[in-house]
């Protein structure tokens, strides 16, 4: 196990409402981070507002607040909108997908194919200076170039970062539209997830 003085200094929050998952993750990223946990959306938003988290981890399906609830919390408040966020879920709908990624989620673990190497991987890639923005899918590379070229563009003529005002998950599903390759790619994450 890694010395206090030679861990990386990115906060981890573990948002899960199930203790044993929960403690797994946290044997697996307590190594590296200093992991703080929540066993529910409610609790996970207030403690990340006193403590900010770099990276959360937030499972769908939870009490009281479930995880795409969380997400806007999150997007929505100032001090938390740029949180990197890996949502955890074991429901790989199309609607919680799409749900999920219009939220702003930064990427996925389905818990049905979970392995601990996936889960390091993905907190790495966030933890790292400049880590990825969007949801790791077979064409992230292409919608990363573009959030990329967005935000050179947008911070040239806006100096002050602000965060975008989220919509509701239900007039986010209502306004989605997705072109052909859009829907192809959505496909295709569907299929490598079944």
Same mark, same amino acid.
């Given at each position: ?14 948002? =899960? =409402? =199930?203790?044993?998952? #929960? ?6 990223? #307590? ?34 607040? &479930? ?74 590379? #292409? #919608? ?26 239900? &007039? ?11 829907? +192809?790619?959505? +496909?295709?994450?569907? &299929?490598?997830? +079944?």
């Amino acid at each position: 196990m890694l010395q206090a003085s030679e861990k990386s200094n990115a906060r981890i929050l573990v948002i =899960d =409402d =199930d203790p044993l998952f #929960r403690n797994l993750m946290v044997s697996f990223l #307590r190594r590296e981070y200093f992991v703080s946990v929540a066993s529910d959306g409610s609790e996970g938003f207030y403690k990340a507002l006193e403590y900010p988290p770099d990276i959360a981890i937030v499972d769908v399906q939870m009490p009281v607040w &479930d995880g795409l609830q969380t997400l806007k919390a999150f997007r929505s408040h100032p001090t938390l909108c740029n949180t990197k966020i890996i949502m955890l879920t074991s429901d790989a709908s199309k609607g919680t997908v799409i749900a999920a990624i219009q939220g702003g989620a930064n990427d996925y673990i389905i818990k049905t194919s979970f392995s601990k190497t996936e889960l390091l991987d993905k907190v790495r890639k966030f933890a790292q200076p400049g880590g990825g923005n969007v949801a790791n899918t077979p064409n992230s590379s #292409r #919608r990363q170039n573009s959030v990329t070229a967005t935000n050179t563009v947008s911070q040239q003529m806006e100096p002050v970062k602000t965060c975008p005002e989220p919509a509701s998950i239900e &007039d986010q599903l209502g306004e989605l539209s997705l072109d052909k390759s859009e829907e +192809e790619m959505l +496909e295709e994450i569907m &299929d490598e997830w +079944e």
